[in-house]
């Protein structure tokens, strides 16, 4: 069963930064595309980045390009999203999941962008 822990969250001024991670367990890490996702209250969740097997293809949602970095660490079965220049449109909780994405999801880890 796949098992997440997210971690990293929490109050930043804009154009601030954050390292967010994933550690997971339960699967076999190195055979999933990892994903980080993000929800605001009221609002459905919202894809954020993707990054494959090999850590190589890294897809992100227009909104958070050139600002964002996401990368893997298999030996850990680690995911990180780096966050540069957040924005105050950038606060949420944000979640990883295996992609595609698995029933299963952690308590997320919340990012507060303000001043």
């Known amino acids: 069963q796949v098992q997440v822990v997210e971690s990293g969250g929490g109050l930043v001024q804009p154009g601030g930064s954050l390292r967010l991670s994933c550690v997971a367990s339960g699967f076999d890490f190195r055979a999933y595309g990892m994903t980080w996702y993000r929800q605001t209250p009221g609002k459905e969740r919202e894809w954020v980045a993707s990054?494959?097997?090999?850590?190589?293809?890294?897809d992100y949602v227009d909104s958070v390009k050139g600002r964002f970095s996401i990368s893997r660490d298999n030996s850990k079965k680690t995911v990180y999203l780096q966050m540069n220049g957040l924005k105050p449109e950038d606060a949420a909780v944000y979640y990883c999941?295996?992609?595609?994405?698995?029933?299963?999801w952690g308590q997320g880890t919340q990012v507060t962008v303000s001043s």
């Open positions: 999941n295996t992609r595609p994405a698995s029933d299963s």
């Open positions: 990054v494959d097997t090999s850590g190589l293809r890294r």
